[in-house]
């Protein structure tokens, strides 16, 4: 398998802890859609990393779909659970971490726009977005470990790699002095090594 990824999108961070929890097998192709000799589109017709090119030449985007795909192989550890409704449940975990990293893409790139052209009322409001999503994740992680269940699934993952991405792109936010519950989830995913393997670079 090929993954085409940037080492700072938290969308292909979270494939590529898939691949390192379920010790798939891949080869990791650096290439930013932001690039003007980027290979993204010939494998996104959206221009959006990751993609993932399987050895029998199938094309999967984006992450919700990638990670899907790579339930079917039957690698463990399994990330969705095999009763249907409640791996839906765990895939709203997924939505609302993967909502919280659009909400912080948006205002980053509202941010780095011109001065004139660059709205503050816009990073405004999809950082509040993010608070709301953070609130609403800090009562789902308060008084366990995980999520959902008792043990890490899919949501979490997402989860991990969306507060990563606050980390490197918003770090006077402080969510962990307002959220201790995702404080202390964040805390036992980044010391897993699939986690450490992907921190990524500052810039």
Not at 42 to 71: C, H, M, Q, R, W
Not at 77 to 95: F, G, S, Y
Not at 97 to 113: K, Q
Not at 155 to 169: H, I, N, S
Request: charged letters at 25%; a neutral charge.
């Amino acid at each position: 398998m090929k993954l085409f990824a940037s080492l700072t999108s938290p969308y292909a961070r979270k494939i590529r802890v898939i691949l390192a929890e379920k010790a798939l097998p891949f080869e990791l192709v650096v290439d930013s859609p932001w690039e003007a000799n980027t290979r993204v589109p010939t494998v996104n017709p959206l221009g959006k990393v990751p993609a993932l090119v399987t050895d029998a030449g199938d094309i999967f985007f984006d992450s919700p779909v990638i990670a899907g795909y790579l339930e079917t192989l039957d690698a463990a550890p399994r990330l969705l659970p095999a009763d249907a409704l409640a791996a839906v449940r765990v895939r709203q975990n997924e939505a609302l971490a993967d909502g919280i990293t659009d909400a912080a893409v948006a205002a980053l790139l509202e941010s780095r726009r011109p001065d004139g052209e660059r709205s503050e009322r816009e990073i405004a409001r999809q950082l509040e977005k993010v608070e709301r999503a953070l609130v609403e994740l800090e009562r789902r992680a308060a008084s366990r470990d995980w999520l959902d269940g008792d043990r890490m699934q899919l949501g979490d993952v997402a989860a991990g790699c969306a507060l990563g991405y606050l980390d490197l792109r918003f770090p006077k936010l402080d969510w962990r002095g307002r959220h201790p519950a995702l404080a202390a989830l964040a805390a036992r995913l980044f010391a897993r090594p699939s986690f450490t393997a992907t921190v990524p670079p500052a810039g």
